[in-house]
């Protein structure tokens, strides 16, 4: 009973994540804290103090996962905090499946979007650039165009999906 339940507050808050998200580009605190609580207080309920050591684990692997990528300013705290908040219900084995998928997930969104927005052409034209300015003066030139805005990764919709993937892979006995 409790798997089905912490599933689907799972699911609920992964859904209020992507929208809250995709709509103000943030991931509010009240929300990642509520899913961290439920998904310790509901491991801790059911399975003593076996819950709550594995909710604490996989809270400190989902963070550990994005942390990294949060502190090169790729990415903001909350889907960091998202991330952590998945790994109390998931636990440390399953969040890092969640997170092969979002970060799979993840390149494949942002290779849409740079090509969407022109990233991926100006890229390739500070490239020639570079190489051709190389092969005539022998320099690496340091300034150039100004670069555009990078396009904003939604994260919380890429963690959303990332999750359902490996919990579906799970639930067929994939891994």
Request: aromatic content about 18%; hydrophobic content about 55%.
């Given at each position: 009973m409790s798997s089905s339940f912490l599933l689907s507050g799972l699911a609920l808050g992964l859904i209020v994540a992507a929208v809250t998200d995709v709509r103000e580009g943030r991931i509010p605190n009240w929300l990642t804290g509520s899913l961290a609580v439920f998904g310790i207080g509901v491991n801790s309920l059911e399975y003593g103090w076996y819950g709550f050591l594995f909710s604490l684990g996989g809270l400190i692997m989902?963070?550990?996962?994005?942390?990294?990528?949060?502190?090169?300013?790729?990415?903001g705290a909350g889907d960091v905090k998202l991330l952590g908040a998945i790994g109390t219900i998931l636990g440390p084995g399953q969040v890092v499946f969640a997170f092969a998928f979002a970060a799979m997930?993840?390149?494949l969104y942002s290779l849409a979007l740079m090509s969407n927005q022109g990233g991926m052409r100006h890229?390739?034209?500070?490239?020639?650039?570079?190489?051709?300015?190389l092969k005539v003066t022998r320099t690496i030139p340091v300034s150039g165009a100004p670069i555009p805005t990078e396009p904003k990764l939604r994260y919380a919709l890429v963690l959303g999906l990332g999750t359902v993937i490996a919990q579906t892979l799970f639930y067929y006995g994939v891994f």
């Open positions: 989902g963070l550990v996962c994005l942390i990294y990528f949060y502190l090169k300013g790729g990415m997930l993840g390149g890229a390739w034209d500070r490239m020639f650039i570079l190489l051709s300015t």
